[in-house]
């Protein structure tokens, strides 16, 4: 009975075979079994066959990873965008000059300062001065301490003893409020728009590296920050108006092309108050053009505006967006981040500004133990005084480690700055820029216009800027699908139908003779067996015959 079995089981794989090969779509395979052909050329079929079935398995794997590896491509839009689509651009713009002279004069008290430490013996002149004056000048070596953390690696590097100084800084922040420049007078006039309505509703007193700068048109500070998880001691921005009532609008969108539709500032800056020694010989304003929804971090990148000048800067967008076919795909193959896929401890909205500042202050925080006073905190951690200047500065450097450096970082620092993991937002705007920059010869308009006497002309250097979209329309980008599950599979069937004729009929074909025509044929096979069986028994039968 198993010996049975076992031959039917081998009749109904042969009986299947022969006629898979005899009705099957595929090319090639149909004279695989045919009784006319000979060995040699059923053999010469089984390679042609084998090879090209290799060749198509080849090709498809090349496309698998293609798809799997990069599946998303940037490409650019059908159609051009028109700039009143867009938010007109956060402006930020920082005076290189820190303090006013008439709250410190800073080059003057350093001197003063420095003799007083490299000197032990103090002359009369001095001690006449400071000796019923102590407490005075203990107040004025704070105010140093703290303008100091504004100041250059130059400064740093030629009075690097004042970090030595030990004094209190408490309410840094406060203090150098206390000493920045007016801003009533730094930012003199503003305009906006076609009508040149006045945007000071739109300016914001902001806090940075750089010490107190003016934002035009970004969010509110309630909107950026995460509230519950920062400190309370101060607000990092504060609107231009704050009596009561006042509801700062929404940022503005842009209102068309060119000068006319642009923003324009009058700076002012008192020639008093002009200090070299602790920025440098590069005096001016440092300007930062970046999205509404990010924090300015000046000291990565900026752009540097002359004293005296007349400055335009004709813009143009770069924007890109995310299909949303794409957003199924994980980050690592899209290269980037939705909102909702990177969450920041300080920041509610994600981009890489944002994320890279919170990368720098938690990298900070490891090493020194304390952070700047302009980075975003929680109420537990210290800002750093003066004292941790240098090690504050050296941070920076180990965001991206560079061989070479007498100092690598700790391996903590490096998993820290490896999970940082920055990439850009999914939908952001950068912006190309273009300036153009003349002399301003303010004292002779103004002095034709009598708008000042005569002996005031020269108090004052006025600095005027204007930043616009140089066209109407741009072309955006679009980070979309290279190959989606349809793309891959129409790879698959032409590379299948090229090689060999496949289709998706085939392979049904297949599977139906592996899985459905087995049990016909099998139940074919045993039926004629045992027909031909009764047959036998039939023919074995005694004929018994009547006699005549």
Same mark, same amino acid.
């Given at each position: 009975?198993?010996?049975h /079995? ?5 009749s ?22 045919r009784?006319e ?7 010469w ?14 090709m ?7 798809? /799997?590896q *990069?599946?998303?491509?940037?490409t +650019?839009?059908e159609?051009?965008t ?7 651009p ?10 006013a ?10 001197n003063? &300062?420095?003799?007083?430490?490299? !000197?032990?013996n103090v ?28 100041? /250059?690696?130059m400064f740093?590097?030629?009075?690097g ?5 030990k004094c ?11 000493? *920045?420049? @007016? ?9 906006? %728009?076609?009508d ?13 590296e750089?010490?107190i ?11 950026? +920050? ?12 504060r =609107? ?19 000068l ?10 008192? /020639?008093e ?5 602790c ?11 970046? %999205?509404?929804?990010? !924090? ?5 990148r900026?752009?540097?505006? @002359?004293?005296g ?21 994980s ?5 980037c ?5 990177r969450? &920041? ?9 944002n994320?890279?500042?919170?990368c ?18 929680? =109420?537990d ?14 941070s ?20 820290m700055?490896?999970?940082? =993991? ?5 939908s ?16 002779? +308009? ?5 708008? &000042?006497p ?5 108090k ?19 980070r979309?699908?290279?190959? %989606?599950?349809?793309?891959f599979?129409a790879?698959?069937?032409? &590379? ?8 998706i ?7 139906y ?9 099998r139940?074919?096979i *045993?039926s *004629? ?7 036998v ?12």
């Open positions: 009975m198993a010996k /079995n076992k031959r039917l089981r081998r109904v794989r042969v009986e299947v075979f022969r006629e898979y090969c005899a009705n099957s779509s595929i090319h090639g395979v149909r004279y695989f079994n009784d052909r000979t060995a040699c050329e059923r053999f079929w089984l390679v042609v066959f084998l090879l090209s079935l290799l060749g198509c398995c080849v498809i794997h090349k496309t698998y990873e293609k798809w /799997n *990069a599946p998303i491509i940037v +650019f839009s159609k051009p028109p700039v009143w689509d867009i938010h007109f956060a402006v930020t713009i920082c005076p290189e000059t820190k303090v002279a008439s709250s410190l004069n800073f080059t003057a008290e350093m003063v &300062l420095a003799d007083d430490i490299h !000197y032990s002359t009369s002149e001095r001690k006449s001065r400071y000796g019923s004056k102590r407490r005075v000048l203990l107040y004025g070596i704070k105010l140093l301490s703290v303008s100091s953390q504004l100041c /250059n690696i740093h590097s030629n009075y003893w004042l970090n030595q100084v209190s800084e408490d309410n840094i922040v406060d203090m150098l409020k206390r000493l *920045a420049l @007016p801003w009533r007078t730094t930012v003199a006039l503003c305009y906006y %728009g076609t040149f309505t006045e945007c000071e509703n739109q300016l914001k007193v902001t806090l940075t750089e010490g700068c003016y934002t035009f048109n970004m969010l509110p500070d309630r909107e950026i +920050f995460r509230k519950n998880a920062m400190h309370t001691d101060y607000i990092y921005t =609107n231009w108006y704050i009596f009561p009532g006042f509801q700062p609008p929404a940022p503005s969108y842009a209102r068309d092309a060119g006319h539709a642009g923003l324009t500032f009058y700076l002012a800056q008192k /020639n108050d002009t200090d070299y020694l920025t440098g010989y590069s005096q001016g304003y440092k300007l930062k053009i970046h %999205g509404i929804d990010e !924090y300015p971090h000046m000291a990565k900026n752009l540097r505006l @002359p004293l000048h007349e400055i335009s800067i004709a813009l143009k967008p770069q924007m890109i967006v995310t299909s949303p076919s794409a957003a199924y795909y980050w690592e193959k899209r290269q981040f939705f909102n909702h896929e969450h &920041l401890r300080y920041f509610q909205i994600y981009n890489q500004e994320c890279e500042l919170e720098l202050t938690n990298v900070t925080h490891a090493m020194c133990g304390c952070v700047r006073f302009s980075m975003p905190r929680s =109420n951690t210290k800002v750093c005084t003066l004292s941790m200047w240098h090690c504050m500065y050296r920076k450097w180990f965001l991206r480690p560079i061989p070479g450096l007498k100092r690598q970082p700790h391996r903590v620092i490096l998993e700055v490896k999970n940082c =993991n920055c990439l850009p937002a999914c952001s705007v950068s912006y190309d820029v273009e300036m153009a920059q003349t002399s301003l010869d303010m004292e002779k +308009f103004r002095l034709a216009n009598n708008e &000042l005569r002996d005031h002309l020269d004052f250097t006025i600095t005027t800027l204007a930043i616009y979209f140089k066209e109407s329309y741009f072309i955006s980008s679009k979309s699908e290279l190959y %989606g599950w349809v793309d599979l790879n698959c069937g032409g &590379l299948l139908g090229l090689f060999m004729g496949v289709s009929l085939s392979l049904l074909e297949i599977c003779f592996i899985t459905i025509r087995p049990f016909s044929v139940s074919r *045993a *004629a067996e045992k027909h031909k069986s009764n047959e028994q039939n023919a074995m039968l005694p004929v018994i015959c009547k006699p005549e």
